[in-house]
């Protein structure tokens, strides 16, 4: 059974940088695309950013030159380096395979004050 346990946020001033991190169990990420979604209040989930099973990666137009998704297939754990926060970046922050499992974590809270 995957689980999924993310980490990392946490309330950030305008401008901060916070680096959030997803460790899975019970798959080998090494094996599969990977994604960091996010959602905020009122708002549907949302894809952020992509990392395929190469090392190719994708963005969402709002964090493009910002955001910076990478994987560590040894520790199966899945980053995502985050720079010039903006409060419009608060939200949960999940990640999940590329197509999603069924299976999601509690996500991690990054909340950036202005």
């Known amino acids: 059974q995957v689980q999924l346990v993310e980490s990392g946020g946490e309330l950030v001033q305008f401008g901060g940088s916070l680096r959030l991190s997803c460790t899975v169990s019970?798959?080998?990420?090494?094996?599969?695309?990977m994604n960091w979604y996010r959602q905020a209040p009122g708002n549907q989930r949302e894809l952020v950013a992509t990392i395929t099973p190469y090392g190719m990666t994708r963005y969402a137009d709002s964090v493009k030159g910002r955001f910076a998704i990478s994987k560590s297939n040894a520790e199966n754990t899945v980053y995502l380096q985050m720079n010039s926060l903006k409060p419009e970046d608060t939200a949960v922050y999940y990640c999940n395979r590329d197509p999603p499992w069924m299976t999601w974590g509690q996500g991690t809270q990054v909340t950036v004050s202005s």
């Open positions: 019970g798959s080998r990420i090494m094996l599969n695309g």
